[in-house]
């Protein structure tokens, strides 16, 4: 590609994104107290799916791998790849651990135990959180899937 051809590629990935942005959020704003009606999921799902069918291809007109590599990239994270992702979050879960009051880890615990899958790819409350989190291996890492684009 040269490069007037990949402007004007990047142009109407951006344009399309923004379309289909702009009309999911309006489609999942509506409330059945303000607008008599809820869009259903299975409405949503096609929008979200285009959303990040875009973002990834958007990255890869960039020259990157995944969309992952382009957001850390375009928000100057310091983190680089989902190993450091899960490091850190290692980390933090040792600090919460040692450093924290009691309800501190009971409300961060609890809420990460909302995050995780449970062993069928679904999302599970898990009544033992803590010990889940303490006994934790990579593989179970709760935002796995978001950062396999």
Request: proline share 2%; aromatic share 12%.
């Amino acid at each position: 590609h040269n490069s007037k051809e990949m402007k004007e590629q990047l142009k109407e990935v951006q344009a399309r994104l923004s379309k289909i942005e702009s009309k999911f959020l309006l489609l999942s704003s509506y409330t059945m107290e303000q607008h008599g009606k809820v869009t259903p999921t299975q409405k949503l799902l096609p929008y979200l799916y285009e959303i990040i069918a875009l973002k990834q291809h958007y990255s890869v007109l960039l020259g990157y791998d995944s969309y992952l590599q382009y957001s850390l990239d375009y928000h100057s994270s310091s983190l680089k790849n989902v190993d450091q992702i899960k490091n850190l979050h290692d980390n933090f879960v040792v600090a919460v651990q040692k450093f924290s009051s009691r309800e501190f880890q009971d409300k961060y615990f609890n809420v990460m135990s909302d995050a995780y899958l449970t062993d069928e790819n679904t999302l599970g409350n898990h009544e033992n959180a803590r010990d889940i989190e303490r006994n934790r291996t990579t593989s179970s890492f709760p935002l796995k899937d978001y950062f396999e684009f």
